[in-house]
């Protein structure tokens, strides 16, 4: 059974930065796509960022691009997502999901999903 954990939300003021951290219980890590999306109060889950674990190839969303950096640790089965110069909008239930393939900002894509964890960011 797979299992997707989440880790490392917490409250930040804005301008500041926090690192998500995302571990999968799966073998082979490196054959999935892990993305990470989130999820505002009254809207749709929407993606955030993504990376393909054999070759370290990323996608990122036009509203975290430059602010955002994800990675993968391939021997350790762990994702992150290091997000700088945080805003209010950042706000979210955040998530990490792993998929085959290419990467895509599609949640119906991903085939596993962690529990989300909340970040928030004050003004």
């Known amino acids: 059974q797979v299992t997707v954990v989440e880790s490392g939300g917490g409250l930040v003021q804005a301008g500041g930065s926090l690192t998500l951290s995302c571990a999968a219980s799966?073998?082979?890590?490196?054959?999935?796509?892990t993305g990470w999306f989130r999820q505002a109060p009254g809207k749709e889950r929407e993606f955030v960022a993504g990376?393909?674990?054999?070759?370290?190839?990323?996608s990122y969303a036009s509203s975290v691009q430059g602010r955002f950096t994800v990675s993968t640790d391939n021997a350790k089965n762990m994702a992150y997502l290091l997000m700088n110069s945080l805003k209010p909008e950042d706000t979210a239930v955040y998530y990490c999901?792993?998929?085959?393939?290419?990467?895509?900002?599609?949640?119906?894509?991903?085939?596993?999903w962690g529990q989300g964890t909340q970040v928030t960011v004050s003004s």
């Open positions: 999901a792993l998929m085959y393939g290419s990467i895509s900002s599609q949640s119906r894509d991903y085939l596993y």
């Open positions: 799966v073998g082979r890590f490196s054959s999935y796509i």
């Open positions: 990376i393909r674990g054999r070759t370290g190839t990323t």
